[in-house]
T-cell receptor, first 116, second 110 residues
Framework: NAGVMQNPRHLVRRRGQEARLRCSPVKGHSHVYWYRQLPEEGLKFMVY????????ESGMPKERFSAEFPKEGPSILRIQQVVRGDSAAYFC??????????????FGPGTRLTVL | QKEVEQNSGPLSVPEGAIASLNCTYS??????FFWYRQYSGKSPELIMSIYSNGDKEDGRFTAQLNKASQYVSLLIRDSQPSDSATYLC??????????FGTGTRLKVLA
């Protein structure tokens, strides 16, 4: 009974490189959410995806960041030309439903991105 | 005003005592409320969800919700050193987006 899986768990990039973070939701969950947590801060919503659709990307920076959730395979959060300020923990969450009052999001272990 | 506010702490309580964690939120239309526990370097783990005014108990944990006051709290009875963690309050104003507070760091002293 695997939960949300994320890889890599730790990622080190130099400024200007690309970072690709992967998330496989709980089996049977079709809704994926990405959050970012800066040191000593709470989680901030970035984007909500369903299979092949971006539903809400209001929390994602307009430049350099993109996300996808293809029909097959994991959800990908891509950060191009990384800067030091992108260093954070990126958490993926999934849920079986959305729009239900009792729906709950379950979090993966996170990817800790360090930009040198 | 922050959308979800929590005292950052640390809140220190002796082992066996009751720990009381508080959270206020600004969006009156919020209907769903969650408490997550996060150990250092780990991911958030759901402890409680609450949707209606009043108390909801689960083992040593009790969540309390007062929508009129826009206030939600978490009580931990018989606190244990293993309860030492950061507790995140999350509010869902709509259908999917969670708004998190910055968390309260709890220390249970043995």
């Amino acid at each position: 009974n695997a939960g949300v899986m994320q890889n890599p768990r730790h990622l080190v990039r130099r400024r200007g490189q690309e970072a690709r973070l992967r998330c496989s939701p709980v089996k049977g969950h079709s809704h994926v959410y990405w959050y970012r947590q800066l040191p000593e801060e709470g989680l901030k919503f970035m984007v909500y995806l369903q299979k092949e659709n971006i539903i809400d990307e209001s929390g994602m920076p307009k430049e350099r960041f993109s996300a996808e959730f293809p029909k097959e395979g994991p959800s990908i959060l891509r950060i191009q030309q990384v800067v030091r300020g992108d260093s954070a923990a990126y958490f993926c969450a999934s849920s079986p439903l959305a729009g239900q009052s009792t729906d709950t999001q379950y979090f993966g272990p996170g990817t800790r991105l360090t930009v040198l | 005003q922050k959308e979800v506010e929590q005292n950052s702490g640390p809140l220190s309580v002796p082992e066996g005592a009751i720990a009381s964690l508080n959270c206020t939120y600004s969006d009156r239309v919020s209907q769903s409320f969650f408490w997550y526990r996060q150990y250092s370097g780990k991911s958030p783990e759901l402890i409680m969800s609450i949707y209606s005014n009043g108390d909801k108990e689960d083992g040593r944990f009790t969540a309390q919700l007062n929508k009129a006051s826009q206030y939600v709290s978490l009580l931990i009875r018989d606190s244990q050193p293993s309860d030492s963690a950061t507790y995140l309050c999350a509010v869902r104003p709509g259908t999917y987006k969670y708004i998190f507070g910055t968390g309260t760091r709890l220390k249970v002293l043995a």
